[in-house]
């Protein structure tokens, strides 16, 4: 917005805009914190019960954080604007769940996130074309437009969900978040995507590190589903918006893995009445921390490390492909 307001540089706009980022999100979770709801603790959680009392729902904060600072200082335009209000439309549903003192249903928030997941669909092929890039290999197809709708919906939805199961360990889930888009932050500009929804990313990034400032361990307050769904949706249109979404798979595997053989194994017993991974306690941070032992703070820079390793990696790839 500022941008429209004078002949300014976008660069010196956009270095502003980082540091507001940053110090707005400090502050504003400094002042409001005593305002959020307190959490009740998770009753099968692996040390669910050391939560309890913790102001929970942060993420309101640090999205409407975000979101202010992409509007003043973002080359915004209508798809952008749109994006933002899914980004704050996943944000309500997770803090109004947060709030509740009986949590909503697992099918009401998973079809709030189906309606969600196909407004993406429709507005990104309205804007954006149905060709995907697969850098891996270098080459690009076009997907039929059905097709492309379908996969974007089952991206958004799973992401959303895995992301939210991956958020039970102080930082976890927000580091492997910025971790995720700043690997796809890279491999755009590497490809020479040029689109100003990048700027967004480093926004966002800088705003999940404001709330990292307070939620490393041991935790002062917790994102709750009001930052852990939004952080979701904000990977998927990443994916999206690199052209090459099939690289959410390598990027997010930490996410997709910790949080989505959870969902993969209850579907599987729900549905099928197929017990898998019996030995396997899910969400695998929970595993990991009751059955071999690690601490939060292993959890958090382990699981970092090796999506670092995979991002790295597929970096390179990216660029040898070139």
């Known amino acids: ?34 305002l959020l709801p307190k959490d009740l603790g998770r009753q099968f959680a692996h040390d669910g019960s050391l939560s309890a009392g913790k102001p929970r729902g942060a993420g309101i904060i640090f999205i409407f954080v975000f979101v202010i600072t992409a509007l ?29 003192e009986k949590p909503w249903g697992e099918f009401i928030k998973g079809f709030l996130d189906l309606i969600v997941a196909v407004v993406v669909a429709l507005v990104y092929l309205h804007y954006n074309t149905n060709e995907i890039t697969l850098a891996f290999f270098g080459t ?75 939620n490393a361990t041991p935790s002062k307050l917790l994102m709750g589903d009001a930052g852990s769904r939004a952080m979701g949706i904000f990977i998927a249109i990443v994916a999206l918006k690199s052209g090459s979404p099939l690289m959410f798979l390598p990027i997010a595997a930490l996410l997709i893995v910790d949080g989505g053989l959870g969902l993969i ?13 019996k030995d396997v306690r899910t969400p695998i941070h929970d595993h990991v921390r009751k059955n071999l032992g690690w601490s939060n703070a292993q959890v958090v820079f382990r699981f970092a490390i090796i999506q670092i390793v995979i991002s790295l990696a597929t970096v390179y790839l990216v660029m040898i492909r070139l």
Request: net charge negative; charged share 10%; glycine share 6%.
């Open 72 to 100: 003043l200082f973002s080359q915004i335009n209508m798809e952008i604007a749109i994006y933002l209000c899914l980004v704050t439309i996943e944000m309500f549903t997770g803090f109004f769940d947060d709030a509740s």
């Open 140 to 214: 690009s197809i076009v997907i039929p437009p059905v097709l492309f709708a379908l996969l974007t919906i089952i991206l958004v939805w799973a992401s959303i969900n895995v992301t939210n199961c991956s958020d039970g360990v102080d930082g976890l889930s927000g580091t492997l978040t910025i971790i995720s888009i700043m690997t796809f932050f890279v491999i755009d500009n590497l490809l020479g995507v040029d689109d100003p929804f990048n700027y967004c990313i480093l926004l966002f990034a800088v705003c999940l590190l404001g709330y990292l400032w307070y």
């Open 265 to 277: 194994k209850v579907s599987l017993i729900r549905v099928f009445k197929i017990h898998i991974l």
């Open 1 to 34: 917005m500022i941008n429209y307001l004078g002949n300014f540089d976008f660069s010196v706009v956009a270095f502003i805009g980082v540091l507001f980022a940053f110090a707005a999100t400090c502050m504003a979770i400094a002042k409001l914190n005593p």
